[in-house]
């Protein structure tokens, strides 16, 4: 089924940026700040912050006074308060009722071994639905609740990567709402936070693409409005390893904004005058808003190999 996106013109651009404070921004992380900001500064837009920490065993102490540091050191001010996602959990708990009065849930009592047997290692390929029909267990702890998806195609155009499509029951299988370590799933409480922060427009890494569908998905079912989405390249070292806290890539180094910010600049196929690199962050950031363009990350490809854009 096609989805239409909204043009944000219509009701006002509203963007965001939302890591998961595991660990301080790595270059990565920034560049998708920095492309976030821009689309949402050059639509005279707001930016807002959010911190998904819904995963409680992922988050770390301390990661989220660094992150935001990271971002108010480069000059990235977000609007209005911090939102975060660890404060929500009636609001997801409300809306997993929803579905399952709604008969859209099942408890699944899979574990990892069995679902690498039956679905790859992890678990991570497709759900073949062997729980979905079973009757409801007389202990639902330690059970995880996957949402019933029907043979049905989502289809979006995202702003970056073109047209977009995928097949719910063949690509995916029946999904985790929520895990069986009691942890809600990241695809509910995005769904949900971008809807009440009324978020028209998100511009995230190409490693998010294959997961919107199922957000889409989500939307549908709780009649929420569906952003326009833009999934921009991600940056990957020299093995072809995106960058990311599991591939232990470093802290962004924030002390020289100027050097930092041109960088990542070059990385989103812009190219700031040489003399914007001693310049206050302010300056550099106002050059990049009046020239800021998706367009021309088109033609990069899902990855930027970050060694052959060194300046």
């Known amino acids: 089924m096609s989805k239409v996106s909204p043009d944000p013109s219509a009701r006002g651009y509203r963007g965001r940026f939302a890591p998961t404070p595991s660990g301080p921004l790595h ?16 639509h005279r837009g707001q930016w807002l912050v959010r911190i998904d920490d819904v995963d409680p ?5 301390g990661a989220e006074d ?25 609001r997801y708990q409300a809306a997993l009722s929803t579905l ?30 062997t729980c979905r029909n079973r009757p409801p267990p007389d202990q639902p702890y330690g059970q995880a609740l996957r949402v019933r998806v029907p043979n049905q195609s989502i289809r979006f155009e995202d702003r970056v990567q073109g047209p977009v499509a995928q097949e719910l029951t063949r690509d995916v299988g029946d999904f985790i ?26 511009v995230r890494g ?31 070292d020299n093995c072809g390893r995106k960058l990311s806290k599991r591939t232990l890539a470093p802290e962004a180094e924030t002390r020289y904004p100027g050097k930092i910010l041109s960088q990542l600049l070059r990385w989103l196929r ?24 998706l367009e021309p990350l088109r033609a990069a490809g899902p990855t930027i190999h970050i060694e052959n854009l060194e300046p």
Do not use: N
């Open 27 to 42: 270059l990565g992380s920034l560049q998708t700040a920095l492309a976030s900001f821009l689309d949402a500064r050059a």
């Open 57 to 61: 065993y992922r988050a770390r102490r």
């Open 66 to 90: 660094q992150i935001l540091f990271s971002l108010d050191a480069l000059g990235l001010h977000w609007d209005g308060p911090v939102i975060r996602q660890s404060q929500r959990l009636e």
């Open 100 to 129: 399952k009065d709604r008969g859209l849930i099942y408890a699944c009592g899979c574990s990892r071994k069995t679902l690498a047997e039956i679905s790859g290692p992890e678990g991570q390929g497709i759900y073949p639905g």
């Open 177 to 202: 709402l929520f895990r069986r370590d009691q942890a809600f799933a990241y695809h509910l409480a995005t769904a949900l936070d971008d809807a009440d922060q009324s978020i028209t427009d998100i």
């Open 206 to 236: 190409h490693d998010l693409l294959e997961s919107t569908p199922r957000q889409i998905y989500l939307q549908e079912l709780l009649a929420l409005p569906t952003p326009r989405y833009a999934h921009t390249p991600i940056l990957i």
């Open 270 to 293: 812009l190219a700031p005058p040489d003399d914007l690199i001693e310049a206050p962050p302010t300056d550099i950031l106002g050059w990049a808003i009046h020239h800021w363009r």
